[in-house]
Every structure is written in C-alpha cells, then in structure tokens.
C-alpha cells in the first residue's frame, strides 16, 4: 500500500497510460499490477517481477502509511473457516496477539477484497472482480 499515487513510480515502471488509469481511481478499492521497479525486494516479486500497489480509501491506513514514510506490505488476516467471527478488538488480540505488532480498532469493517487490475500489457486486464467497479477497463 502507498499513501498517494507519487509514490507508485518509485516502485513500479508506470506508462502513461497506466498513470491515467490509476489517477481516476485511487485511492480506492483496486489493486493494480504493475511492472517492478529494481527497488522492490526480491522477497515481494512474482515469478514475473511484477508487483500489486494499492491507495487504500481508508483514512487509518493512509495516516500509518504516511507516518511510517514509506509503503506498507499488508495482508488480510486468514481465519479458519469453523472458528467463530472475529468482532471485538480484544478477540483479536487473543487470537493473533503475539503474531502481530500493532492492533487498531478502526471499527466495523465489511471485508470484500479489492478489485485487482494487470496494467502490465497494452490494455488493463480484469484480474479479479471485487469491491471496485470494473466496467470501465
């Protein structure tokens, strides 16, 4: 995750093209798949080299994101699916307290994963549908 979309260039080759698409719709609920730049750590590539980069709409992961000053590699938490929901802070601390480093309470959340969009050829390519619209690529 970045902050804003200035700092996407640094780690990512972003055509002209790609910089349009992602200028009208970040931050939002998309993760685009881009080409990466040789700054990105080895461990974060793809067989392909390539890289997903989000501006999230979300207020709590942009002020971490620009306090800490640089981009956030981030992951959804993975439940058992026979365990109960998750819907208080502290059953999360119990549950994942010592995995993590920090827990935020930012409040309810209805998760639905982002829509992911390969900008790697000639035209954006749908990759997975989800919570952002995609009729426009």
Partial sequence: MCSSLKNVSTYCHVSNTSY??????LPGPYTFILQAAKLVPKIMLSRQ???????PDNGICLALIEALGNPMLNTSAILNPDDPPICEAFEIEE???KQVDIIIDGGTVYPE???VVSLIG???EVLRQGKGDTSHF
Avoid: L, Q
Wanted: charged letters at 35%; zero cysteines.
């Fill in 95 to 97: 549950r994942f307290g």
């Fill in 122 to 124: 000639d035209t954006p």
């Fill in 20 to 25: 349009r698409i992602m200028k009208k719709d």
């Fill in 113 to 115: 994963p982002s829509s």
């Fill in 49 to 55: 080299k390539t890289v997903g980069i989000r501006v």
